[in-house]
């Protein structure tokens, strides 16, 4: 293609931009916003907004939350995306809302109805059935989820109008309980570890019951080691030509080092860390040195440095950080 010329009137035609400030340089923002996502929003409507605010060269999330949910989805900032991996493995927690009688094809209230059903389950029926789903048990996904399929997500199929069979997997449940119950919906209360789907929950639910069931509210309360009492609202957008607070927003993180709080830690000299930092391993000694094998969050100077593997009396780093991130 013939390039451009000067007063080119194919130039005129191209939008110009209106603002001629240079856009502002990506900043090493570090740390844990632990966001109470709002019902209506994608998780990564919510990370690009929030990495937006900050600024941040780098963002990522712990774990998705579908639009109909809300609550606890923790994102991660700069370095503290090193640290995702240790908090999506971590226990979740949910409180979600079962709609008798009928059932969708996404299990839940955004989906198309599939089947209609006249029986409506008591209290006492409902929590008579829920020890068979409590500790580790087989649950198909559903067919609307994130799980790849020869490369493909099981939704982007699903809406395609393809058949999607995927597979039971073991998953664990540590509780589940009923905390609210009328004549035409259930509410309780779950505590899950990875890879466990509330919508699969209420679909089997409802089909032993005999009676079908979706979701229709879920709120996610805890992920790994992060709780309500952690949660904050989305900050909000500056007025235009304003510039963000950076002071509060900086406030509202956590570090990243409260990702690992179920890693042992390890403090090792300044001399030791320089070499983990360069990918050389170290050999621990003295009465301080750790006597389990395994994972450990390694500190130096009151700062997090690595995340290591232990063996041996050896400590092998997996993850180095940044000399003063967060």
């Known amino acids: 293609m013939e390039p451009l ?17 240079p856009r502002p340089k990506k900043r090493d923002v570090d740390g844990w916003f632990i966001l109470d996502k709002p019902t209506g929003m994608t998780s990564t409507h919510a990370v690009s907004i929030v990495k937006r605010l900050y600024n941040a060269k780098k963002a990522g999330h712990a774990g998705t939350l579908d639009p109909l949910a809300s609550g606890c989805l923790p994102i991660a900032l700069g370095e503290a995306t090193k640290t995702v991996p240790y908090v999506m493995d971590g226990r979740k927690a949910y409180r979600f809302t079962v709609a008798w009688g009928v059932e969708t094809d996404t299990d839940d209230s955004e989906g198309r109805t599939i089947a209609t059903y006249d029986a409506r389950p008591t209290r ?21 989820s994130a799980i790849r399929i020869a490369g493909e997500r099981a939704y982007d199929l699903a809406r395609d109008g393809e058949e999607v069979a995927l597979k039971p997997r073991e998953i664990l449940i540590e509780d589940l309980a009923v905390v609210a119950h009328d ?4 509410t309780l209360e779950a505590r899950t570890g990875k890879g466990a789907y509330v919508r699969a929950i209420a679909r089997d639910l409802g089909r032993a019951l005999g009676c079908g069931g979706h979701v229709t509210a879920l ?23 304003e510039e963000p607070d950076h002071r509060s927003l900086t406030a509202a993180l956590l570090p990243a080092v409260a990702a690992l709080a179920e890693l042992p830690p390890v403090t090792v000299s300044r001399g030791d860390a320089g070499r ?15 006597v389990e094998t395994g994972a450990v969050a390694v500190h130096a100077d009151g700062a997090l440095i690595a995340i290591g593997d232990v063996e041996g009396g050896e400590l092998r780093p997996r993850r180095v950080f940044r000399p003063g991130g967060r």
Not at 7 to 17: E, F, G, K, L
Not at 126 to 143: N, R, S, Y
Not at 276 to 283: A, E
């Open 5 to 21: 010329k000067h007063n080119d009137p194919r130039a005129a035609a191209r939008p110009q931009r209106t603002d001629d400030r």
């Open 124 to 144: 006492a029926e409902v929590e008579a059935l829920l020890p068979q789903f409590i500790g580790l048990i087989q649950q198909t996904p559903p067919k609307f």
């Open 183 to 186: 004549e035409a919906s259930t």
């Open 219 to 241: 709120r996610r309360t805890r992920v790994g080691p992060f709780h309500e009492k952690d949660l904050a609202p989305m900050p909000p957008r500056p007025a235009e030509g």
């Open 276 to 290: 983990l930092m360069r990918g050389q391993g170290v050999i621990l000694r003295g009465r301080d040195a750790p």
